[in-house]
Nanobody
Framework: QVHLVESGGGLVQAGGSLRPSCAAS????????VGWFRQAPGKEREFVAG????????SYADSVKGRFTIYRDNAKNTVSLAMNSLQPEDTAVYYC?????????????????WGQGTQVTVSS
């Protein structure tokens, strides 16, 4: 089992930046992919960005390409998401996730590990 803890959400004005972080502990050697999902009120949880644990291959949702960058620090077992040019539509609870398989190959409910979530609010 992998345990994930997020930090670093908050309130920012449109155009601003945030960089939430996710600390992984436990059986991290089982991780293939780690990344971020988000869920806005009344909407389904959606993929935001992911990175493979060993090769640092990244992927992004179209809505955040060019604005968000995902980073991995294997020495510290952390993953962070640099979010720039934030817009009100980015407001959501952001969840860190880790899985033995690539994201997109299984249902969200089957993903191995989830963090508790961190709130990101962008004001206009």
């Amino acid at each position: 089992q992998v345990h994930l803890v997020e930090s670093g959400g908050g309130l920012v004005q449109a155009g601003g930046s945030l960089r939430p972080s996710c600390a992984a502990s436990g059986r991290t050697f089982n991780i293939y992919a780690v990344g971020w999902f988000r869920q806005a009120p009344g909407k389904e949880r959606e993929f935001v960005a992911g990175i493979t644990w060993s090769r640092s291959s990244t992927s992004y949702a179209d809505s955040v390409k060019g604005r968000f960058t995902i980073y991995r620090d294997n020495a510290k077992n952390t993953v962070s998401l640099a979010m720039n040019s934030l817009q009100p539509e980015d407001t959501a609870v952001y969840y860190c996730a880790a899985d033995r398989r690539p994201f997109g190959t299984t249902r969200l409910e089957a993903i191995d590990s989830w963090g508790q979530g961190t709130q990101v609010t962008v004001s206009s």
